[in-house]
């Protein structure tokens, strides 16, 4: 049994230019399929580029100045503004991590920023 192939916009694209389909047929099975006719962004997936570095530099750099910012002044807060500041934290960043991710197909970006997300959540301990 052979697996199912998959195509996609850039398939359709590719196609049309050989003849193999006409702009009335592209057109239609976009509109049948409920396809955009932009792909969304991809990341490369081999291995170390300059964007994954980036990635991975910022998620750090996140990271580490949030710890550096809450540490500075974190005994002077009063607990419901431990509780604020984490809460807040955790949503704003977890939320813009899950679009990344989810939403965006920015998988390593996404995930970093939930990563730097859940490292908050010692803070309401």
């Known amino acids: 049994?052979?697996?199912k192939k998959s195509?996609?916009?850039?398939?359709?694209?590719?196609?049309?230019q050989r003849g193999l389909l006409s702009d009335e047929q592209l057109r239609s099975i976009l509109a049948e399929e409920d396809l955009e006719a932009e792909p969304k962004a991809k990341e490369r997936k081999a291995g170390l580029n300059p964007v994954t570095v980036a990635?991975?530099?910022?998620?750090?750099?996140?990271?580490?100045?949030?710890?550096?910012f809450v540490g500075m002044s974190w005994e002077d807060l009063a607990d419901?503004?431990?509780?604020?500041?984490?809460?807040?934290?955790?949503?704003?960043?977890g939320a813009?991590?899950?679009w990344l991710r989810f939403r965006r197909g920015y998988l390593i970006g996404?995930?970093?920023?939930l990563f730097v997300a859940t490292a908050v959540l010692p803070l309401f301990i």
């Open 96 to 98: 813009l991590g899950a």
């Open 80 to 93: 419901w503004a431990h509780l604020i500041v984490a809460l807040g934290a955790m949503l704003i960043i």
């Open 7 to 16: 195509f996609d916009i850039e398939d359709l694209r590719r196609w049309q």
């Open 110 to 113: 996404g995930g970093l920023l």
């Open 1 to 3: 049994m052979n697996p």
């Open 55 to 68: 990635y991975y530099f910022g998620g750090l750099l996140a990271f580490f100045s949030f710890t550096f």
